[in-house]
């Protein structure tokens, strides 16, 4: 009888259990939704070389971390980009989106790419202040690239040139390739400057 009424009650406390709680589905049947999981204001992310030296930072005025992909929303979305020997690149917009690989950085809404004016050096020639205007940029990160297939505007020093279908950044070149109908207008480099 003992045996019994004991039997009976863990079955009963099983099955009062088994009502209580819904199926747990296991980690690979979980569906995570799109959903922030952690926002920072004012945030920064950086990026060391193999010799400890930034490789780039990105800042934002609001980084918003998604867990399911592991996407990153910018709010404001500035990005520098460090060469060793020349001047730092300086890409913003008003909006991005970083991929979850941390590989790709597009930028939306007046979007833009800066480089400062540099003097010349034992080892590279002066440069003019450049200045790449578009709606869309896409960085590709770890190749030092940046690409627009949108209409980009084009200034450096006092030359300006324009391009109907957008052009391609090299960080570690710095040059700029423009693609499509190219107009504008080059002017003289000042003396000193070449």
């Known amino acids: 009888m003992p045996l019994i009424l004991m039997g009976t009650l863990t079955l ?3 099955w009062l259990v088994q009502k209580n709680n819904p199926a747990e589905k296991s980690q690979l049947e979980r569906v995570r939704l799109h959903e922030p999981d952690y926002i920072i204001e004012d945030g920064s ?8 030296n930034t490789k780039y930072r990105i800042l934002g005025n609001k980084v918003t971390h998604y867990d399911d992909d592991a996407s990153i929303d ?5 990005m520098r980009l460090f060469q060793p020997d020349k001047a ?3 890409v913003k917009s008003k909006t991005g989106h970083l991929d979850g690989d941390l590989s790709i950085l597009e930028l939306f809404d007046n979007a833009s790419i800066f480089r400062p004016a540099q003097p010349a050096s034992a080892t590279e020639p002066a440069t003019l202040r450049m200045l790449a205007s578009s709606s869309y940029f896409k960085v590709f990160i770890n ?5 627009t297939d949108k209409p980009i505007t084009l200034e450096q020093g ?11 950044f090299d960080n570690i070149q710095q040059s700029m390739v423009l693609s499509g109908q190219v107009k504008g207008r080059i002017e003289r480099a000042p003396r000193g400057t070449q």
């Open 12 to 14: 009963a406390t099983f």
């Open 45 to 52: 992310l950086s990026a060391l070389n193999e010799l400890g």
């Open 74 to 78: 910018i709010e404001v979305p500035r």
């Open 88 to 90: 730092p690149v300086t």
């Open 143 to 147: 190749d030092d690239i940046i690409e």
């Open 158 to 168: 006092m030359s300006i040139m324009t391009s109907t279908d957008g052009g391609t």
